[in-house]
């Protein structure tokens, strides 16, 4: 009997992980700290607060929404390839952000070239480290964001000596160059089948005849390993031969375990042969020609079946493509919702942070940089911490998402009182906490949920839902700042936001606890 395969849950899923880590390490700073870079550069190709704003938020939406055609992709080509192909659009991208003057050529080098490569190679690099494993998931992912956390402290430091020294259009190639490190990473990753391990036996499913006593049917007591498997009805014959055939096992076709409790004589056994009812033996040639004729019969359904399929409708072939039956799941549906609310909030909050620190506080380059370099430490230091925080808590992944989403409301709202650089810079030491207990778990929720031959699928939705809110409201946030002259009134808009989310799961969590106790009664 064929036994399921399993994750390896470590082995060459710790070299995928370091793969992980060396893509997220290059990409996701330099694209969460680009407005370092794109406050110089729209000031001087003369763009709005508006288009600037649209430009970045765009790059980030407009990957999501591609992110929906990521389930059909990686199952068509796997992570390797789209991980590679990511890899060169993200440089090629930066390349011709590099040499853009106006508002459409940045709006094709950076809103979609550049954010196609980024798509493509988070949807492939999620999915392979999810592929490698099960049980250590969440720990494996915890040191992957840890790893990557060391290019949020190091990345805004490197960017704001790049444009010093070479301006900013120079220091935009170099980035390019510098993402070309993610090439390297797709290189490492390996398919998982490779890797699979077979689930152990349990004991239930260990055969008897591999005690080391076995009582036969005349009372003596003769260890397993010396008869084989041999049948009831050849007992005596072996017994008269006076030796075991230890080779039964080679030359029958039937196979049968004693009854080492119960005393049959020999009119019993002969009955036993002709009445398929009273028999203890198990004839194998017969249970496969029981098989084969199930078989038949599946096939013919299956071919009725077959013919059924044919007659469906396009809107149901479009369902089964991107398994959207996903979406008739109420609790898949509410999981959607929030994260992609709470995902939107982030996202922006974190490439706008830059501008807004500009625009609120009037810092410098340099002093924005290392308000950055500061979140990047705390975040970097509390992804690492996480998990095991999770595991001493004992609650589950959405739960101590929550909690981080309480705690970034609160640190955001104390952000629009705060005046000084010092005052920023705890700020920003708050923010990196927050920001890391929640990339953890953001990444754990729905593979902790959907299982993993359709997590492909439920990425690319989500990630689907992500765009489209990121660029509803993320579009709205650029004419909010141009009509009240300050950025309060959108981290305001963020936060209320944020809070839906905790509304909406605390709701489901609330209904299920009253339904429990119902049930209960």
């Known amino acids: 009997m064929s036994r399921a395969k399993v994750p390896p849950d470590g082995g060459y899923g710790w070299v995928v992980t370091f793969a992980y880590a ?41 990957g999501m929404l591609l992110s929906f055609f990521g389930g059909p992709v990686l199952r068509r080509f796997g992570y390797r390839k789209v991980a590679v192909v990511g890899a060169i659009l993200i440089s090629l991208g930066l390349m011709l952000t590099a040499i853009s003057s106006n508002f459409w050529l940045f709006l094709l080098s950076y809103s979609i070239i550049n954010s196609m490569g980024v798509a493509a190679v988070m ?25 990557t956390g060391l290019g949020a402290i190091y990345m805004p430091l490197v960017m704001s000596v790049l444009m010093y020294a070479y301006g900013w259009r120079y220091a935009v190639l170099i980035l390019g160059a510098i993402c070309l490190h993610s090439l390297l990473a797709a290189c490492l990753l390996r398919p998982a089948k490779w890797y699979l391990k077979v689930t152990p036996k ?21 260890p397993s390993k010396d008869i084989g498997i041999s049948s009831v009805s050849n007992s005596e014959q072996i017994r008269e031969n006076g030796n075991f055939q230890t080779d039964s096992l080679k030359n029958r076709n039937a196979a049968s375990q004693p009854d080492i409790r119960k005393t049959t004589d ?58 959207l039956t996903l979406l008739s799941d109420p609790i898949f549906v509410n999981m959607l919702v929030g994260m992609s609310l709470a995902s939107c909030v982030e996202t922006n909050f974190s490439l706008l942070l830059p501008i807004i620190l500009k625009d609120m506080l009037q810092f410098e380059t340099s002093e924005i940089a290392k308000i950055m370099a500061v979140i990047g ?63 953890v778990y953001m990444n754990i929720i729905i593979p902790s949920y959907v299982p993993l031959e359709r997590l492909p699928f439920a990425s690319g939705i989500q990630m689907f839902f992500n765009g489209i809110v990121i660029i509803t409201i993320g579009s709205s946030l650029g004419r909010i700042r141009d009509a009240t002259g300050s950025y309060a009134a959108p ?15 605390s709701s489901e969590f ?6 429990k106790k119902n049930t209960e009664k």
């Open 491 to 505: 981290i305001t808009v963020l936060n209320f936001v944020t809070f839906i989310t905790v509304i909406l799961w």
């Open 510 to 515: 609330l209904y299920f606890r009253i339904t």
């Open 266 to 323: 020999e009119s019993s056994l002969s009955e036993s042969r002709y009445k398929w009812w009273e028999s203890q033996e198990i004839n194998l040639g017969s249970s496969i020609n029981i098989f084969r004729e199930f078989d038949k019969v599946h096939k013919e359904k299956e071919v009725v079946c077959d013919t059924k399929t044919e007659d469906k409708t396009y809107l149901r072939r479009f369902i089964d493509f991107f398994d």
């Open 123 to 147: 949807a492939a690099f999620s999915l392979a480290i999810n592929s490698f494993f099960k049980e250590k998931r969440g720990r494996a992912i915890g040191v992957g964001m840890s790893i």
């Open 202 to 222: 349990t004991e239930e499913e260990e055969p008897l005849n591999e005690e080391v006593d076995v009582e036969l049917i005349n009372g003596s007591v003769t």
């Open 22 to 62: 060396l893509n997220n390490v290059v990409v996701l700073p330099l694209i969460a700290g680009f407005g370092l870079v794109f406050q110089e550069a729209f000031s001087d190709t003369g763009l709005s607060a508006t288009q600037g704003t649209l430009i970045i938020i765009l790059n980030h939406g407009f």
């Open 377 to 439: 430490f705390s975040d970097t230091l509390f992804r690492f911490l996480s998990p095991f925080i999770g595991e001493w808590c004992n609650k589950p992944p959405r739960v101590m998402y929550m909690v981080s989403l309480l705690a970034i409301i609160f640190t955001r709202t104390i952000m629009l009182f705060t005046t000084s650089f010092l005052g920023m810079v705890l700020v920003g030491l708050a923010i990196g906490i927050t920001k890391g207990v929640r990339t």
